[in-house]
């Protein structure tokens, strides 16, 4: 498993953004520039439903191959993450940009600069818990139509086949999903940390394990939420939750 897994990781360092129809405005700069120096360790505390977090860092608008779903979400200060996490983020993020140069994904929100309640999440309190947007395709291309609506996007709805309710052609890539979160893992464990727990909607498993991807991730230890509360669940169709141990 570890040789497969090391097999479809690239490895590199290409922070800087490429998809110019997304700019980062003055603003977005400027508070960047701001939050984003004399950066040091972060300390994660209690747990990600109920703690706090000390030297919490920004996660970059957006990067090589990936954008912050939201400019307003941004800079309300909601992207803020543990400075582990963060590493483990932007080395996936690295590697799905040397395996596939022209894909781009969108990461959705992470924690305060300080952690503590982050309304309307019951978690993402410790800088631990970092939601990620759903990739999409549509007659077998990458699907970028629904990924620019903001804080919107938490309220758009899949069936449980993984298909866009308002257009069938539109479908969740879970294949992709499936390699992301393996490498996830892969960086979190050369940290010394590792997945806590995933979650998704309970009725989209069985697509997301009937991959390729998905058949591998299913051998792993990675915790998969068995069982969720009707709302709960229905709001995890179209982001993939990650908890980092």
């Known amino acids: 498993m570890i040789r497969f897994i090391l097999s479809i990781i690239a490895f590199g360092c290409a922070n800087s953004f490429s998809q110019d129809r997304l700019n980062v405005d003055q603003e977005i700069a400027q508070y960047m520039q701001r939050k984003m120096s004399n950066e040091t360790e972060s300390i994660s505390t209690g747990s990600v439903s109920n703690g706090g977090l000390i030297n919490g860092v920004l996660m970059p608008y957006k990067g090589e191959n990936f954008i912050y779903f939201d400019r307003d979400s941004y800079l309300e200060g909601r992207a803020f993450l543990n400075s582990m996490v963060r590493t483990v983020v932007l080395n996936s993020y690295d590697s799905l940009y040397k395996l596939m140069p022209h894909r781009y994904f969108c990461i959705m929100e992470c924690s305060n600069e300080k952690g503590g309640d982050f309304f309307p999440h019951r978690t993402h309190q410790n ?4 939601d990620f947007m759903m990739p999409k395709k549509r007659n077998g291309k ?5 990924d620019t609506l903001g804080a919107a996007h938490y ?4 069936s449980d086949e993984g298909r866009y309710a308002r257009n069938p052609e539109i479908e969740i890539d879970f294949n992709l999903i499936a390699q992301h979160i393996l490498i996830l893992n892969y960086y979190a464990n050369k940290l010394g940390s590792g997945i806590e727990k995933v979650i998704i909607k309970i009725e989209l498993k069985d697509e997301l394990f009937a991959t390729s991807y998905g058949r591998l991730l299913k051998e792993t230890d990675i915790y998969f939420a ?4 009707p709302l709960i669940n229905s709001l995890h169709d179209e982001h993939y939750h990650i908890d980092f141990k």
């Open 127 to 130: 800088g631990k818990s970092v």
């Open 226 to 229: 068995k069982a969720l509360s």
């Open 142 to 146: 990458p699907y970028y139509g629904l």
């Open 155 to 158: 309220y758009i709805r899949f």
